[in-house]
T-cell receptor, first 108, second 114 residues
Framework: GIQVEQSPPDLILQEGANSTLRCNFS?????LQWFHQNPWGQLINLFY???GTKQNGRLSATTVATERYSLLYISSSQTTDSGVYFC??????????FGIGTKLQVIP | NAGVMQNPRHLVRRRGQEARLRCSPM?????VYWYRQLPEEGLKFMVY????????ESGMPKERFSAEFPKEGPSILRIQQVVRGDSAAYFC????????????FGPGTRLTVL
């Protein structure tokens, strides 16, 4: 099956700092999503981004499908950004494979 | 438009009991997926269902676990004779179309086996 690697595994940021999270995948995919799992365990859709670039407020994402990676940018981080960020890719039959996540802690 | 609904949100069972987890997809969605998340881990795919059909159950344990999505009513994930290792968060997601499409997740059911 498809392998998904996320980096870094852990990240501590000062409030206001910017960061880039990376997701590499081992094979061509039909789609890719970024999720934020907040400290209460809820999964929040951030981006559905099989290719190209999207922006939503302080967050943006870029997927380069031909090179099998995606990047999630967080600018001017806030404490509410804390949690785990997952990259999930879809191969055949819509089976979703999740990376192990990047655990982000934003400190005031 | 209500999101994906899951209930119960928390479920406690003793070893050997049965656990039934329910998932109602978003309105207009006919595809349902179940995932399991062990503590400090990512989500693992379990099963993909359409109404009255299991499309892909390659992630389901071979014993004790079953899933259905009847013509009427929610999708059910059933775990028989639960063991402590079944303690996890179980998430359901739904999508509207076959083929690559965005999935929307429910709040999850946290199962604790005593």
């Amino acid at each position: 099956g498809i392998q998904v690697e996320q980096s870094p595994p852990d990240l501590i940021l000062q409030e206001g700092a910017n960061s880039t999270l990376r997701c590499n995948f081992s094979d061509s995919v039909n789609n890719l999503q970024w999720f934020h799992q907040n400290p209460w365990g809820q999964l929040i859709n951030l981006f559905y981004i099989p290719s190209g670039t999207k922006q939503n407020g302080r967050l943006s994402a870029t997927t380069v499908a031909t090179e099998r990676y995606s990047l999630l940018y967080i600018s001017s981080s806030q404490t509410t950004d804390s949690g785990v960020y997952f990259c999930a890719v879809v191969g055949g039959y819509q089976k979703v494979t999740f990376g192990i996540g990047t655990k982000l802690q934003v400190i005031p | 438009n209500a999101g994906v609904m899951q209930n119960p949100r928390h479920l406690v069972r003793r070893r050997g009991q049965e656990a039934r987890l329910r998932c109602s997809p978003m309105k207009g969605h006919s595809h349902v997926y179940w995932y399991r998340q062990l503590p400090e881990e990512g989500l693992k795919f379990m099963v993909y269902l359409q109404k009255e059909n299991i499309i892909d159950e390659s992630g389901m344990p071979k014993e004790r676990f079953s899933a259905e999505f009847p013509k009427e009513g929610p999708s059910i994930l059933r775990i028989q004779q639960v063991v402590r290792g079944d303690s996890a968060a179980y998430f359901c997601a739904s999508s509207p179309l076959r083929g690559p499409d965005e999935q929307f997740f429910g709040p999850g059911t946290r199962l604790t086996v005593l």
